[in-house]
């Protein structure tokens, strides 16, 4: 048996995020384990680099499976291009090694989340960036940002249930940058949790326009609690840049 590689880019605006759920077929991973289910009349398990919510986007997604395929990598890919959706594009196949697992070998991930900051909304940009027609003040966004990188108990910024999970994480990296009226915040970390980006997000715009300050940012990490924490940013201004192995 063979374990293949993929890289999918997808736009999330019509699914339900990338996981399977029951009783719901409009999810990434659905679609693309029902076409490579279909390829060989056989029983496929597609792994993923890890969950993206419902509207969310990916330019370079990862993900793994096993096949008794014979199909070449070449011939994988073309028969994906022809019953996949036109809004999931699989960007290349190939074998990998039968120790790699999509999630379990990962060592960081990188998002952006886009804002579209223009005087006029940028039709052009609606799906995949969120319109703030407010000016926003980027040097206090990026003070705020930087209190948040390093290691850090993220349990502020989460949705997650679970009690027995740990919420720490280690942030690499926040880079804010603005073009053409485009706000364009990058994350890199070793792992983020069930909305964790978002509800960064959602806290950094209320410090860009006043409504907290940045040092409050410091706060709501020791506070612990999600209520503590700013708004939970629009999903479709989210997007999957890439993974690290």
């Known amino acids: 048996m063979k374990n293949f590689k993929i890289e999918v880019q997808y736009d999330g605006s019509r699914y339900k995020g990338w996981q399977i759920q ?15 289910c279909k ?51 699989i960007k290349s196949i190939k074998e990998a090694s039968e120790r790699f697992h999509a999630r379990y070998n ?23 960036a969120t319109y703030i027609k ?5 040097d206090a ?11 850090h108990d993220f349990k502020s910024f989460t949705t997650m249930k679970s009690k027995d999970k740990s919420t720490v994480r280690t942030i690499n990296y ?7 009226g485009i706000i364009e915040v990058e994350f890199n970390g ?14 950094l715009i209320e410090v860009a326009i006043g409504e907290r300050k940045a040092v409050d940012v410091e706060k709501i990490l020791e506070a612990k609690e999600r209520a503590k ?15 690290q192995y």
Do not use: W
Request: charge should be neutral; aromatic fraction near 8%.
């Open 106 to 128: 990962i060592v960081s991930k990188t998002y952006i989340y886009r804002i579209d900051n223009n005087k006029y909304r940028n039709v052009f940009a609606r799906r995949y």
């Open 190 to 203: 070793n792992g983020f949790l069930q909305n964790m980006v978002r509800i960064i997000m959602g806290t």
């Open 174 to 180: 926040i880079n804010i940058s603005k073009k053409d």
């Open 39 to 89: 390829m060989e009349n056989e029983e496929i398990k597609l792994i993923g680099c890890g969950r993206t919510d419902a509207g969310v986007h990916a330019e370079s997604y990862i993900a793994n499976f096993n096949s008794n395929t014979r199909k070449t990598p070449e011939q994988i890919l073309e028969y994906l291009e022809d019953y996949l959706p036109e809004d999931i594009v």
């Open 22 to 36: 029951k009783g719901n077929t409009s999810t990434i991973q659905g679609k693309i384990t029902d076409v490579l």
């Open 141 to 151: 966004m990026k003070e705020a940002a930087k209190i948040l990188v390093g290691t």
């Open 134 to 138: 407010e000016d926003l003040d980027l």
């Open 229 to 243: 924490a700013g708004h939970t940013a629009y999903a479709h201004g989210l997007t999957m840049k890439g993974v």
